[in-house]
């Protein structure tokens, strides 16, 4: 790609994207015409030089951690030299199943045409693992500096498994080969294409992704760039994937240690994901309306009053019933009472005292 992305580490930010700058110290020019350079390799990189020959220089103690020394030196001309130690750990790292000594750091002593010693030390504060079970996520650092436009928001179908197959095979394997897939058919760089996430939807598993557009930025003018010209955009990007897609499905393969599982990205599943949503369907309305409501509140009012004027009428009927009733029973216990045989016979003696009974009850 021949471009350099400068991010704020702390806060992933994007600082700038420019061409890869020929005067930083892990670039060196081939060719200087026309301005080819290449990156460094690691060994030209910390040893200036690719052939030298190491000699054990014995043990050295660095922050009461003691280490191996190897030392060579390199002379750049009769008057020019730098000497070169690497200090290694005694003990070997294990990392899976390799196992050896761990490089510490290495010290360069400088000596210029005028006699001049300087000193640097590179100190290694991290290592790669460069197995093939170590998952890539290169873009994933330099998705703030991507610019998405309309052509940039993705989907495609992944045929013949689901979800859980691919959180068994792991997602970060089934992403960073899916990536290397559609980064070669869309002809764009790696880069480029971040931001994915899957679902399951209904029978197939439906991959989301981005693919950032071309920066505008003029590219350095490295030995084994891919695209002389500009970058592709990221419409005519699109426009490759989907006329494979068009034609046939695109497998890829994801590593599980030194196993390949195929997948294949189903044909013509590809799509593009829209900026602007058309209108939500009106929602069916399932329950009673507001005309039915008021009928049934109208009817269960009328309900409510008959049902209180019976039991006024009920309430009212048996309260004129009782006082009937009683005027009844008085006007005949008068009546007894006057009787000139009532006082002499036993059974208006016995009606009287029920008549008693009863009114007492009643009152």
Known sequence: ?????????????????????????????????????????????????????????GKRIVDDI?????VTKVNSSSATSTIIEMLYTTENWIV????????HSIIQYHKDESGKKTKTIIRLHSFKNSSGSEIQ???????????????????????????????NLG?????????????????????RIANFFFKQIQENVVAFFVI??????K????WNRSNVGNETSAESAVKLLNETLKEKDITFSVFVGQRPV?????KASLGIIPTTWGPLPVPSFRGYTGGSMFVLGFFMLLLGAAIGVGIVYFIWKRQRFTGLAYQIFTLFRARLNSHPQCDFNPTCNVILRSIRVFSVESS
Not at 8 to 27: K, L, Q, R, T, Y
Not at 174 to 185: K, S
Not at 219 to 222: C, L, Q, R, S
Request: include cysteine; charged fraction near 20%; aromatic fraction near 10%.
């Open 1 to 57: 790609m021949s471009l350099q992305y400068l991010l704020d580490g702390e806060n992933n930010i994007c600082s700038s994207v420019s061409a890869i700058d020929e005067n930083f110290g892990d670039v060196e020019t081939l060719n200087a015409s026309m301005k080819e350079i290449d990156l460094k390799k690691p060994a030209q990189l910390f040893w200036n030089s690719i052939d030298s020959v190491f000699y054990y220089a």
């Open 66 to 70: 003691p280490l191996d020394v190897y």
């Open 96 to 103: 899976e199943t390799a196992m050896s000594p761990f490089l």
């Open 137 to 167: 996520q290169t873009s994933l650092f330099i998705y703030p500096c991507l610019k998405l436009v309309e052509d940039s928001y993705l989907y495609v179908n992944i045929k013949n498994t689901t979800l859980k197959d691919l959180e």
């Open 171 to 191: 997602i970060g394997r089934v992403r960073e080969g899916l990536r290397e897939a559609v980064a070669h058919v869309a002809n764009v760089s790696l880069l």
């Open 212 to 217: 950032g557009e071309a920066s505008g930025v």
């Open 219 to 222: 590219p350095a003018n490295t």
């Open 262 to 266: 195929m997948l294949s990205l189903s």
